[in-house]
């Protein structure tokens, strides 16, 4: 008997109905579980310092956008087939996001953990990471350009900028999560196509104010491509090869540098510091005692942390306010 595309279809039918029957979701997207990381520069309600901003109404009305972007994609993860979406705040004191504006489907995670990634806490069962609204590199030309702290007036590592999409998607690859998706500004989203290999990215267009944004027509725009991120199968998680040598401007000047440096002992000329790393989980770590912690604030940093949490949480209480 010759098998024919049409002899062989009704049998292709009954294979698949069967799988289906069973339990197997045939159109299931390769990856269950999304963690999204989400900050607000990048976002559609962000277009000055001011609006990325503690307690300040612009913040205020960024804070809602960017709920609404993030909103955008979790409800189109959930309608493509992702299973679980969590979401964590990674802006400033990490309050920014509403979860009442977010899919309830979605677990919103807003405040600092200690670990095991630095900031995020653990990412559990995610297959997959995608950021949201982040920024370019400090010492480059993108939308409000930083790493960690606008501090850092410069910071390159063997030579060339670094990104924060490197720090966070090396952090998370010893868990196995690849970088899938990235947004933010065009120079942002150029930076993340040049560190990470198979990366999809969608920018929007900083020189357009978010009162004059289609913000519905660009979430469609990126929810969508998030989506389309889905069946990336490329791209692997991001494990750089050190040693790596840091080396980092201060913006205030070479007092305000070895107030940050000195206490840890890192090497400084003047208001450039120099940091040394094998591997980039320690060079991340020391970055994070640069710009963050006082050895006290280590020594203490559960009540620290604590405490920084809850500004952060009252923070958002004001947010609300302002909103209604």
């Not at 205020?60 to 960017?66: E, F, G, N, R």
């Not at 899919?103 to 919103?108: E, P, S």
């Not at 998607?169 to 947004?183: K, N, Q, W, Y």
Request: charged share 20%; proline share 6%; hydrophobic share 45%.
């Amino acid at each position: 008997m010759r098998v024919t595309v049409e002899t062989a279809m009704p049998a292709i039918a009954t294979i698949i109905m069967y799988y289906q029957n069973m339990g197997f979701n045939m159109n299931a997207p390769t990856y269950r579980h999304i963690l999204i990381i989400a900050d607000i520069e990048g976002s559609s309600g962000c277009g000055s310092y001011r609006a990325s901003s503690f307690l300040t109404r612009p913040w205020a009305k960024a804070c809602a956008a960017m709920s609404r972007d993030v909103d955008a994609v979790v409800k189109a993860l959930f309608d493509a087939g992702v299973e679980l979406v969590t979401v964590k705040d990674f802006h400033r004191t990490a309050y920014n996001l509403l979860p009442e504006m977010i899919d309830r489907r979605a677990v919103v995670v807003c405040g600092y953990r200690q670990g095991p990634v630095p900031g995020l806490g653990d990412p559990k069962d995610a297959d997959g990471v995608m950021m949201l609204g982040m920024h370019a590199a400090a010492g480059t030309s993108g939308f409000l350009a930083h790493t960690l702290t606008s501090r850092l007036a410069s910071l390159k590592v063997n030579g060339r900028p670094l990104a924060e999409v490197e720090l966070f998607a090396a952090a998370l690859a010893p868990f196995g999560l690849p970088a899938l998706f990235f947004s933010g500004c065009p120079r942002a989203c150029a930076q993340a196509r040049q560190r990470i290999p198979g990366i999809q990215t969608f920018s929007i267009d900083k020189s357009i104010p978010p009162h004059a944004l289609d913000a519905d027509r660009w979430r469609k725009g990126l929810a969508r491509s998030a989506v389309e991120a889905l069946s990336n199968e490329t791209t692997k998680p991001y494990r750089p090869q050190g040693p790596f040598r840091a080396d980092i401007a201060i913006r205030d000047g070479a007092k305000a540098a070895a107030k940050m440096a000195d206490r840890w002992g890192f090497d400084r000329t003047g208001a450039r510091v120099h940091i040394d790393a094998p591997d980039m989980d320690t060079l991340y770590n020391r970055l994070i005692r640069l710009c963050y912690l006082p050895p006290l604030a280590e020594k203490t940093l559960p009540f620290s942390l604590m405490l920084f949490n809850a500004m952060g949480w009252l923070g958002r209480l004001w947010v609300r306010r302002q909103l209604n």
